[in-house]
């Protein structure tokens, strides 16, 4: 796996495998490319420190391990 992050368009690049990209998606803040057998190759996360300070927020008020949403 491998992570990188491009400071100058704020995206969060996440290297799940290898393989050759066959098509992506779009879910939401994210653009996940998969291969033709449906496998997720790459995720990049669209104005990621925004996101991630959404994430850190949650983390912090959090006290026990059930889920908790994110309030947009």
């Keep these: 796996m491998k992570i990188g992050y491009d400071r100058e368009v704020d995206i969060l690049m996440i290297e799940i495998s290898?393989?050759?990209i066959d098509y992506a998606e779009e879910?939401?803040?994210?653009i996940i490319h998969f291969?033709?057998?449906?496998?997720p190759v790459l995720i990049?996360?669209?104005d990621a420190s925004e996101?991630?300070?959404?994430?850190?927020?949650i983390s912090?008020?959090?006290?026990?391990r059930r889920?908790?949403?994110?309030?947009t």
């Design 27 to 30: 879910a939401g803040p994210m």
């Design 51 to 57: 996101f991630l300070a959404d994430v850190t927020k």
């Design 67 to 71: 889920v908790v949403e994110a309030k």
């Design 18 to 20: 290898d393989e050759n």
């Design 60 to 64: 912090m008020r959090t006290t026990t």
């Design 44 to 46: 990049e996360i669209l």
């Design 35 to 39: 291969t033709k057998d449906n496998k």
